[in-house]
């Protein structure tokens, strides 16, 4: 898995919280990728709940919205 090389000092609050913001956004598309992926290759909610350790009932509510706009370019 790969793991940032660098991250802003907490010391630095404005460069901190924005790479946190940039950090979350990446985040919510690689998720949202990766679970279309899973689902189009025969994933059940069940599988990709546990992969993501939270309840299949969240996953599903969550994210099944957003299969159709997947694409990671945005």
Do not use: C, F, Y
Request: net charge neutral; charged share 20%.
């Amino acid at each position: 898995m790969p793991t940032p090389t660098s991250l802003p000092s907490p010391d630095d609050p404005e460069a901190a919280l924005a790479a946190v913001v940039a950090l979350r956004r990446m985040a919510d598309k690689l998720e949202r990728a990766a679970v279309a992926n899973a689902i189009r290759q025969g994933w059940s909610w069940t599988q990709v709940a546990d992969a993501l350790g939270v309840s299949k009932q969240a996953a599903h509510k969550r994210l099944s919205g957003t299969l159709q706009s997947t694409d990671l370019s945005e």
